[in-house]
């Protein structure tokens, strides 16, 4: 099930959809059309293997499979979307209505909403091989690539007349269809036809065994490339897949469920905004969430009190506390308390307050190394933002420049961040990303820069108490440096594609085995899992020898520290004098004297080593006084000078500096 979050609106402000520009929110509704191959280099299986890992499916049976599952994830996450299976280079010729107009063309699944009968029928297709061989039987002569262009036209238009996003993935090895120059021609009339009516092709080659996919004998005149003011730029196209070898433990289903999803959702923008670089100097950028957590989609309510279950249409009503009356929009009024009132605000005031800061945009206003920015200052979630040409021409140029200009220099820009209208403003860091690929050479992420919200002083909180009083050591440190190498991920990265969210798949699966009638699940497949097995073989012995040293140190320094019951002398200036009448009396400390000038108070000089190690462990240095900072650390010839908080840093590299 898809695991990845298509762009949407952030959600750290509660507000009235009235009050806000909602114009760039609306729902993308998207078809995508299957285009799928069937030659016999196409539907010629592998060699067979012993091995298990090995390849069993053909090219052609593998694009059904991964659009089957990508049917699946669609018929739940995206309900409005419209999805079609057209096969290519068949014997047969079926549109559905008779039409024989596309010769070698087989319609399998009209381009509609997949409901659970698409669902069913399909995967029957991928289960039974006798119907499949039927079906997938290749035609004498190739289907002209023009043909298959065109037969898709005919469907978006008919189909999906009025939807945003309108997609043809092909699928295919042969990397020259045209066998003269003028089935080139028409193909290429073809797909601007297409590009002309707002769809975009999206090239998913495989090559043969032992021979490479080449797009530059006819794909590239076909399939334009990506360009930023297209909604699926942060995504460029894929150049090759593999096929898989025996054993090597890839197969060409996942590269190609890798190379679809990476392309199964629809890009849309978060925002649009102006990227003032300089004064007078703006170009234009669109933001995008990449990851965010996904959560469960519920499309809509149901009555089910009737004898057939109807979709509810919603409305929204304010009543009245008194008299249950029902209250107009326009007597409302939004209020704030301060003090115990209540203070009303008309609308036009709640605009004027909220929009004090001006209009949304993103003003550059200095730089600084990257090195500079601590990992904890990220307060959250980072947007994504890449160059547009629609508002200001040049912007891909500039924004290329900058982006470049950073990573050399390895700098950061501190920006004025407002996202939209009514948000609130941040300071933000705009850090440079890099182009990155996979092992199969699919894009994983696009250059581009990344803005990070940074904290205000509001933010920072200061850190807990410290519980544990015991103090790691070498040994203790170079054990656990050994358990953290034996537990390191795959190539050290942790990628949040490969760990699905479990509950959010067990949701999807008890949905998807009501709808297709299959039988419920026992147990949900869940990756985040620790492999305790994996653990205990590489780190279980360690992890003994951890426990013991630990176990060594926490007694060696229990018995250093003083006992429990005997207090920790603070204060030098605390005499106890006893009563000269009577040797047995209680022993009472004298009465404390507030002192008039902070400046001759000794406590701090009082204080030893290990008293200040004993307060510093508690995480308490910072609540004692700045006088009694300033007497430890005269008594020990250390600098006095500076605030506060430098007398506490001061204080705590003196106590490591002695190892307390």
Not at 81 to 92: H, V, Y
Not at 263 to 274: E, G, I, M, T
Not at 427 to 444: C, H, L, R
């Amino acid at each position: 099930m898809a695991h990845y979050l298509q762009y949407s609106r952030p959600d750290e402000e509660e507000e009235e959809e009235d009050e806000v520009d909602d114009s760039s929110y609306k729902t993308i509704k998207d078809a995508v059309l299957f285009a799928i191959d069937v030659s016999p280099t196409m539907i010629e299986r592998p060699p067979l293997s012993d091995d298990k890992k090995a390849d069993r499916d053909s090219a052609t049976s593998a694009a059904l499979k991964c659009a089957y599952q990508l049917m699946q994830q669609r018929i739940i996450s995206n309900p409005n979307d419209m999805m079609g299976i057209l096969l290519f280079g068949t014997e047969k010729t079926d549109l559905k209505d008779g039409d024989n107009t596309f010769q070698h063309c087989y319609l399998l699944s009209d381009l509609d909403v997949p409901s659970a009968q698409d669902v069913k029928q399909l995967r029957d297709l991928v289960e039974n091989e006798e119907e499949a061989a039927e079906l997938l039987k290749p035609a004498d002569e190739p289907a002209s690539i023009a043909t298959v262009l065109f037969c898709a036209n005919q469907i978006f238009t008919t189909k999906a007349p009025n939807f945003s996003s309108r997609r043809l993935f092909l699928v295919t090895d042969n990397d020259n269809p045209g066998t003269v120059k003028q089935d080139k021609d028409t193909a290429v009339t073809r797909a601007r036809d297409l590009y002309d009516l707002g769809c975009t092709i999206d090239l998913f080659p495989i090559s043969r065994a032992g021979d490479t996919f080449d797009r530059s004998k006819f794909y590239d005149d076909l399939v334009y490339p990506t360009s930023p003011s297209d909604p699926d730029a942060p995504i460029t196209n894929a150049s090759v897949t593999k096929i898989a070898k025996s054993g090597d433990g890839i197969t060409l289903l996942k590269q190609l469920l890798s190379s679809i999803n990476s392309k199964a959702a629809p890009r849309r923008a978060l925002f649009s905004l102006p990227l003032e670089v300089g004064p007078g100097l703006r170009i234009g950028v669109k933001g995008f969430i990449m990851i965010k957590r996904q959560e469960h989609v519920k499309s809509c309510y149901v009555w089910v009190g009737g004898e057939k279950a109807q979709i509810v249409s919603s409305t929204t009503s304010h009543m009245a506390d008194d008299t249950a009356r029902v209250v107009e929009k326009g007597e409302l009024r939004k209020a704030y308390k301060f003090g115990g009132d209540t203070i009303a605000f008309t609308p036009e005031e709640l605009i004027q307050i909220r929009q004090c800061f001006g209009d949304p945009v993103i003003r550059i206003v200095g730089f600084k190394p990257i090195s500079s920015l601590p990992i904890w200052h990220n307060t959250g979630k980072a947007t994504f933002i890449y160059p547009s040409e629609s508002d200001f021409v040049g912007s891909t140029r500039v924004f290329s420049a900058l982006q470049q200009k950073l990573i050399t220099s390895q700098k950061m820009g501190i920006a004025w961040f407002i996202a939209r209208r009514n948000a609130a403003p941040v300071i933000a860091a705009i850090i440079p990303g890099e182009e990155k690929y996979d092992d199969n050479g699919e894009q994983t992420m696009p250059p581009g820069l990344w803005i990070v919200p940074l904290p205000f002083a509001d933010d920072l909180r200061q850190c807990p108490e410290q519980v544990s009083t015991v103090k790691a050591t070498e040994e203790l440190t170079d054990i656990m440096r050994k358990v953290i190498e034996q537990l390191q991920l795959p190539k050290g990265v942790y990628e949040p594609s490969k760990y699905p969210n479990p509950d959010l798949q067990w949701f999807y699966r008890i949905l998807q085995a009501m709808a297709l009638e299959e039988e419920v699940p026992e147990k949900a497949d869940d990756k985040t899992v620790p492999r305790y097995k994996q653990i205990d073989k590489r780190a279980g012995a360690l992890l003994e020898e951890f426990g013991a040293e630990f176990d060594n140190v926490l007694e060696s320094q229990s018995s250093s520290k003083p006992k429990a019951g005997i207090p920790v002398r603070k204060r030098a200036a605390a005499a106890v004098v006893p009563d000269d009448d009577d040797d047995d009396a209680p022993v009472k400390p004298k009465k404390r004297v507030k002192k008039e000038k902070v400046d001759d108070d000794d406590s701090g000089a009082g204080l030893t080593d290990q008293d200040m190690a004993n307060i510093n462990d508690k995480g308490q240095v910072s609540k004692q006084s700045v006088a009694i900072l300033k007497q430890f650390l005269k008594a020990r010839k250390q600098s006095i000078t500076g605030k506060k908080m430098e007398l506490v840093e001061r204080v705590q590299d003196y106590l490591d500096s002695k190892g307390l």
